[in-house]
Structures are given as structure tokens and as C-alpha cells.
């Protein structure tokens, strides 16, 4: 966000969480705070969040705490960026890599709002 400068108050970031039973409304919120003002957090019951990962091929398991095995979430991190109709024009394979191109992608984000500003449909 802070690489899209003033292009940043045009972007908004969703978090959906894959594990609704632990992530309340009151932890989505202090995660997302730490992050930023146009971060929000989604979530939804089991039954709403499986037929979306399905929907976007998000691969996640939830693995409750036994004996000496501690609760496990796993996801794919994909990141799907949409524009203001909802239309994917984005998928980034993961920024947390050894050296995430924060750089690439944030031109690539500035373009998309750049694109949306000049179309007259916002970001």
C-alpha cells in the first residue's frame, strides 16, 4: 500500500478468513488493524466459505488440536485483485516469498487504478 502512494486510498484489501470457528468478528478486527485502515476481514459460516474457495481454487484445511498436535490452519495464497465491477484482472501466485516483487506489483495495481480512473469507474 505504502508503494501505491496516493493510489492507495483507491484500493481496499479483503481478508476471508478459512477458519470462521476461531476467527470472530472481535480477532478479524485486531488482525486487520495491524495491517491498515483499508483492510477489512470477512468471514462467513463452513457452509458459505466452502462453495467460494471452491469458486476462486482455494485449497485450505483446519486441523483441531489432539494430544500432542497443535491446531493447524493450512490455505494457498493465492491473491485474487478485482476491480470496482468485480471482475478478477489480477492473481498473484504469493507475496510472501523470500523477495516478494512489491514493486511489480504495486505498478500493476496502479495501472488497474490509473485504468479505472480514466474508464470513469472508480477503483
Request: cysteine-free; charged content about 25%.
Amino acid at each position: 500500500m505504502r508503494a501505491l502512494g496516493e493510489k492507495a486510498s483507491d484500493v481496499r484489501l479483503l481478508f476471508v478468513t478459512v477458519d470462521p470457528n476461531r476467527d470472530t468478528l472481535p480477532v478479524l478486527k485486531d488482525f486487520t488493524v495491524a495491517f491498515g485502515p483499508a483492510v477489512v476481514g470477512v468471514r462467513g459460516d463452513p457452509d458459505q466459505l466452502a462453495p467460494l474457495a471452491k469458486r476462486y481454487r482455494v485449497a485450505y484445511s483446519v486441523t483441531p488440536a489432539t494430544g500432542d498436535r497443535a491446531y493447524e490452519v493450512n490455505h494457498s495464497s493465492a491473491i485474487y485483485v478485482f476491480d470496482k465491477t468485480g471482475k478478477i484482472r489480477l492473481l498473484l501466485a504469493s507475496l510472501m516469498t523470500e523477495s516478494p516483487d512489491i514493486d511489480g506489483t504495486a505498478a500493476d495495481l496502479g495501472r488497474l487504478v490509473d485504468e479505472a480512473d480514466e474508464n470513469g469507474s472508480g477503483s
